[in-house]
C-alpha cells in the first residue's frame, strides 16, 4: 500500500490531555453531588473521543432525569473550558508524538479528528505551534467517524491508504466504518487485533513499513 494520510485524534494521542478533561468533567458532576460526579466519569471514561455535548446531555437525561437547554449547555461547556483549558495548553505531549509529526511533515499529509469542538481544538493547536503540521484540523461536531469519512474525502486519499491513530474504541470504530487502518495507543488495544502501543514511540517505525516513496 502507499501510505497517503495519516489521521491523529488530539486528546491522549498529541497531548497528555486525558486526565486533565476527566477531573474537568468530575468538578462538573460534582455540582450534582457525589452520584452524579461518580456517573458522569464513569460515561466520559467509557465514551473517549464523543463530544463533550453529549456527555452533558447524557448527565441531564439519564442522572437528573429531565432535557437540558440549549442554554445550560453553553454554560455548561464554559464552566468545562474554564476548568481545563490552561492545563491543557500545558500538559506534556504523548511520547513519540513530536516526533512522528516532524518525520512525516511533508512527506505525508497529516490531520487531526477529535472530539473536542471544533473551534476550540483549533485555538489549541495553534496556541501550542502544532497546527503547522496538519493539512485538516476537524473537531465536533460531527461524531468521529463522520469526520474521519470527511477528512478522507477532502484530502482524496483511499481509505486503505490511510491510517486512523487513536486511544479510545470510538477512534477504532471511526476507521472500522470508513475502512482505513488503525493504530492503538494504550493496553485498551492489546488484544483488538491492531498494532498498538503504551505511546507512539513505536509508531515511526510501524508507518515507515507501510510507506512506499513516490
Not at 494520510?5 to 453531588?33: H, M, N, P, W
Not at 490531520?111 to 497546527?131: D, F, K, T, W
Request: aromatic share 10%; proline share 4%; charged share 30%.
Amino acid at each position: 500500500m502507499a501510505l497517503s494520510l495519516i489521521v491523529f485524534d488530539c486528546d491522549g494521542v498529541l497531548l497528555e490531555s486525558v486526565d486533565v478533561k476527566t477531573q474537568a468533567f468530575a468538578r462538573i458532576g460534582e455540582e450534582y453531588g457525589a452520584e452524579a460526579r461518580d456517573r458522569l466519569v464513569a460515561h466520559h471514561v467509557m465514551h473517549g473521543g464523543v463530544s463533550r455535548y453529549r456527555k452533558f446531555e447524557w448527565l441531564y437525561r439519564e442522572v437528573l432525569g429531565r432535557s437540558i437547554s440549549e442554554e445550560e449547555l453553553e454554560a455548561l461547556n464554559e464552566k468545562f473550558v474554564r476548568y481545563a483549558y490552561d492545563e491543557v495548553m500545558r500538559c506534556p505531549m504523548v511520547p513519540g508524538a513530536q516526533e512522528t509529526l516532524d518525520r512525516w511533515h511533508g512527506r505525508v499529509p497529516m490531520c487531526v479528528a477529535s472530539g473536542a469542538p471544533h473551534v476550540e481544538l483549533n485555538q489549541v493547536l495553534e496556541a501550542r505551534g502544532l497546527s503547522r503540521y496538519f493539512v485538516g484540523i476537524k473537531g465536533s461536531p460531527p461524531g468521529k467517524a463522520d469526520l474521519l469519512r470527511n477528512i478522507v474525502v477532502e484530502t482524496g486519499a483511499r481509505p486503505s491508504d490511510s491510517i486512523m491513530v487513536g486511544d479510545a474504541g470510538t477512534d477504532q470504530y471511526a476507521a472500522e466504518t470508513v475502512r482505513t487502518r488503525f493504530y492503538g495507543r494504550g493496553e485498551y488495544f492489546k488484544h483488538s487485533g491492531y498494532p498498538w502501543h503504551d505511546d507512539l514511540t513505536r509508531l515511526n517505525d510501524y508507518l515507515e513499513e507501510l510507506f512506499v516513496e513516490p
